[in-house]
């Protein structure tokens, strides 16, 4: 069965401090893998996407990483910001139809002063 | 570029009525999607259409869900008769069909049916 995993579910962080979110998948076949940051009463913008070849890609202060052999990725974010409050969708692509995304549940981040 | 323009952004309903809930796409996308999310289920994709054609419609709840496409420039999600578990965020995202860019997505309805 095709999932997507996120750990933790919330995390309250310092701002100004660095954090690692998790996705664990078990997709096959694997396409690509995308990070999404959705914020409070919006809706999800995209952060990065990977593929198969890929085992980094960082988009400013988010740092992406991802182990195709592992199934695991890992959204590192650098010196926190209050505006980096918000939920982080791990979306993983099935197979050849780019239409066939299975989301995980999100991970929760509240950045405190 | 406006992005995804949905309408309206929030709708309170009775129980029983009809709800239509709609999305222009970004113009030159010609994949649409239409979402649902709530607190348990996270994000769950309703039905997509390619090229206004619907492909998959297989997370529609049930019959009291329907969507329609009639051009590329727009589509509505309409429930009837509503109930208070359609209660949720309903989003609407569209891209390039099998492009390697991400969903666009709307800002969201907010549906509450009491």
């Known amino acids: 069965k095709n999932q997507v995993e996120q750990s933790p579910q919330s995390l309250i962080i310092l701002e100004g401090k660095n954090c690692t979110l998790q996705c664990n998948y078990t997709v096959s076949p694997f396409s690509n893998l995308r990070w999404y940051k959705q914020d409070t009463g919006r809706g999800p913008v995209s952060l990065t996407i990977m593929t198969f070849s890929e085992n980094t890609k960082s988009n400013g202060r988010y740092t992406a990483t991802l182990d195709a052999d592992t199934k695991q990725s890992s959204l590192h974010i650098t010196a926190s910001q209050l505006s980096d409050s918000a939920s982080y969708i791990c979306?993983?692509?099935?197979?050849?139809?780019?239409?066939?995304?299975?989301f995980g549940p999100g991970t929760s981040l509240s950045v405190i002063p | 570029d406006a992005g995804v323009i949905q309408s309206p952004r929030h709708e309170v309903t009775e129980m029983g009525q009809e709800v239509t809930l709609r999305c222009k796409p970004i113009?030159?996308?010609?994949?649409l999607f239409w979402y649902r999310q709530t607190m348990m289920r996270g994000l769950e994709l309703l039905i997509y259409f390619n090229n206004n054609v619907p492909i998959d419609d297989s997370g529609m709840p049930e019959d009291r869900f329907s969507a329609k496409m009639p051009n590329a420039s727009f589509s509505t999600l309409k429930i009837q008769p509503s109930e208070p578990r359609d209660s949720a965020v309903y989003f609407c995202?569209?891209?390039?069909?099998?492009?390697?860019?991400?969903?666009?997505f709307g800002s969201g309805t907010r549906l509450t049916v009491v």
């Open positions: 995202a569209s891209r390039v069909f099998q492009g390697m860019d991400g969903y666009t």
């Open positions: 113009s030159g996308h010609n994949s």
């Open positions: 979306v993983v692509s099935a197979g050849t139809s780019y239409d066939k995304v299975i």
